[in-house]
Each structure stands twice: as C-alpha cells, then as structure tokens.
C-alpha cells in the first residue's frame, strides 16, 4: 500500500459525459501527478500540481483539467468523453515534486470505460 | 525511437534469474526507476538508482547502470512465480514527471 488512495476504483459511462476521479497523496506529500494508461499509448504524464498550484502540464487533452484542493486532494476532470479516453488513469504524489530530489508513489488507479 | 525501450516480454522458469533490459535517450535525468506493475494493480516502486551510481542491491534486486551506453537493467534472482508482472523502467522528465518505458511482461514458469 503505497498510501495513495484513488476514487473510485471502476468506472463505467457513455461518450459525451463528463467524470470526476478523485485523489489523495500521501500523507505529507504536497504535490500530485495524474497519468493515462493505455494499451496504444502506454503511460503518460498529464499535469501536475504543488500546493494547489499547476507546476507543469503533459500531454493533457483540452477536454481535460484538474486541480488540487487546500487539503491536497487533486480531482482530474475528463469532459465530453471519447471512446479512446478508456484507459486507466494513475495519480501519483511525492514530497515537493522535484525528480532530482524525491520519488513518486503511485496510486491504484481508476479504471475508465467510455461506451 | 522511444526515449525509454524496453523489450515486452521476458520468459524465465522459477528459480532462475531474470533480467530486465532498458535504454534510454536523455541522460540528464538524476534519477533510474524501476516499477512493477501486477494485473489489476497500480505501480508499484521497486527500486531505484541515482545517476552517478552504478550498481544498487536491494535483497533479491540488483540494478545495474552503464551511464556511457545509457543502458540500465533490473536482475530478480531466484525468480518465483509471484515475481510475475509488467516491469517498468522510467527516468526523471524535465518537468519533474516520470518517462516511462511500455513495460516488459516478465512471465515466471513453475
């Protein structure tokens, strides 16, 4: 158990909704990363955020955004849901966000299946 | 090419050992990660090594870094079936992500 705790574990909803999926970081970790996992794609950075502020962005869709909350939870909110977003999506915390200095601990991830 | 490749699969009876391949394209990155992933789980970390290191033992994990040839390798000696799972090998982004590689499937014969 890495301490990272994601909402909901499954989820299942048809083209053109919107979905909001739910992180918390470990205890004392100010900043969180949110992944997709897909079989064409593999694994890709889509934002990050430190202390409620966006640090650096990725690969994120438009239709996508997220952010994160003063208790340090972050939300990801996918909009206008496409056949091709059915993926798993990752969060991820660690310390103060800096790779040259600490390391990430991922999540269990959320299951996204577009109908 | 990719930035990080590993290869996908990897066969190995139970109690071999087992070794996991990657090569990278940047090396600025401080950090070498190796992360595994069990069906139906997240990623979990298994190890890591920083850049000017060249080998990490970590009880049955030895990681091996060549920085000239950007190569890195993940060694699980005395491989059992529950080693079986999706191996990934990531490096530090400049953005302060991790880059990963697409995995490489290692299944353990009994």
């Known amino acids: 158990d890495s301490g990272v705790t994601q909402t909901p574990k499954h989820l299942i909803t048809a083209t053109g909704q919107r979905v909001t999926l739910r992180c918390s970081p470990r205890s004392g970790d100010l900043s969180v990363y949110w992944y997709q996992q897909s079989l064409d794609q593999g694994l890709q950075f889509l934002i990050q955020?430190?202390?409620?502020?966006?640090?650096a962005k990725g690969n994120i869709l438009e239709r996508f955004s997220a952010q994160q909350f003063p208790d340090l939870h972050s939300e990801l909110n996918l909009s206008s849901l496409e056949l091709g977003d059915s993926a798993l999506y990752f969060c991820a915390s660690s310390v103060v966000g800096d790779h040259r200095t600490d390391t990430q601990y991922f999540g269990p991830g959320t299951r996204l299946t577009v109908l | 090419g990719e930035d990080v490749e590993q290869s996908l699969f990897l066969s190995v009876r139970e109690g071999d050992s087992s070794v996991i391949n990657c090569t990278y394209t940047d090396s600025s990155s401080t950090y070498l990660y190796w992360y595994k992933q069990e069906p139906g789980a997240g990623l979990q970390l298994l190890t890591y090594i920083f850049s000017n290191m060249d080998m990490k033992q970590d009880q049955r994990l030895t990681v091996l870094l060549n920085k000239k040839d950007k190569h890195l390798s993940l060694r699980i000696a005395d491989t059992q079936t529950g080693d079986s799972a999706i191996y990934f090998c990531?490096?530090?982004?400049?953005?302060?992500?991790?880059?990963f590689g697409k995995g490489t499937k290692l299944s353990v014969k009994p």
């Open positions: 955020y430190y202390n409620g502020e966006e640090r």
């Open positions: 990531a490096r530090g982004g400049s953005q302060g992500n991790l880059i």
